[in-house]
Structure formats: C-alpha cells, structure tokens
C-alpha cells in the first residue's frame, strides 16, 4: 500500500506496479488536508485498476483499520504525517519512507531548498525503514542525485520525481 500526496509518490507508485510489485491499493488525503502542491492519486489509480481511499489520519484507529484491511506487506510511505507505533505495525514487513538527502544529514523540512540554498552539487534520496523517529530508521537504499548550479527547486524536485521511480 501506498501513502502519498506529491507526484513523486505517483512516480514511485509507477516504479512498484513497472516492476512487477503488487500495489493493493493507494492512500491519500481528502482535498481539504492535502498539501498545495499535491498531485492527482484518484485519477492514477483509476487509471492503473488500482483501489483509492482518502484518509484524515493515518494514526487514527478507524483509518489504520482501513488500511489493515488490505493486508499489506508493506507500506510505502509519502505521507506530511508522521507514524506513530500502532500505524508502523500495519504492514507484515515494515514501512518505507524516503527522504531527499544523504541520511543522516539534512534531516528536517525543506531539505532541497536548503541543498539548493547551500550550492551542494548533489544530494542522495535516501529510502529507509520508517520508526517512530524523524527521518532516523535504517537505510534500505540511497540513489544519488545532482543538483546544478543554475537548479531551482521545480528542476531538483522533477529530477527527484526520476530518481524516486529508479530506486
């Protein structure tokens, strides 16, 4: 299962279903909490044959019901929310979260502004088991990713939207 409001979760989304995994379904939240930048998972998952639910807290007791429902061995996690305990032990396996720099480093909001900001010539995406800490669970995978001089943030995020569906 997939939680995610940005295109890049729709990108990984891609790379999961392209890659011969099983999506059971794909998770976002209802318009009124999404995010500006927020991408269209209702229509992705129309397209791709796969089940869509909106949900206000992945936390909350009856949301997480929803998303046990689907027996998941996984989720993979895009999410503005943070997990607590109850929700990291939905899936069989574990969940995956991702971050766009090279954990342990540049942990925290805005990362690509601030690599941008700072002129780093690249940064890593890293994809890590979720625990209850920010951004803190142990690397499964970094992919690295370079970032120009002349990048502005709609350049870096596109180019991570790629390196999301490589990884």
């Not at 939240?29 to 991408?39: D, I, M, Q, T, V």
């Not at 929803?66 to 607590?84: E, T």
């Not at 625990?131 to 992919?143: I, M, P, Q, S, Y």
Request: aromatic share 8%.
């Amino acid at each position: 299962v997939l939680l995610g409001t940005s295109r890049f979760a729709i990108r990984c989304a891609e790379a999961i279903r392209d890659s011969g995994g099983d999506l059971a379904a794909v998770v976002s939240l209802p318009a009124r909490l999404r995010p500006n930048n927020s991408a269209d998972f209702e229509s992705f998952a129309r397209q791709a044959g796969i089940p869509y639910v909106e949900i206000d807290d992945v936390n909350a007791r009856a949301d997480a019901d929803s998303l046990r429902a689907f027996s998941p061995d996984y989720l993979f996690v895009s999410w503005p929310q943070m997990l607590k305990a109850d929700a990291l032990a939905i899936p069989k396996r574990f969940c995956i979260g991702t971050h766009p720099t090279d954990i342990p480093l540049n942990k925290g909001r805005h990362p690509l502004h601030w690599i941008i900001a700072l002129g780093m010539p690249e940064t890593k995406l890293s994809f890590f088991r979720l625990d209850e800490g920010v951004d803190t669970g142990n690397v499964l995978l970094k992919v690295s990713l370079p970032v120009l001089p002349a990048d502005e943030i709609g350049t870096v995020s596109a180019r991570m939207e790629d390196v999301g569906y490589q990884g």
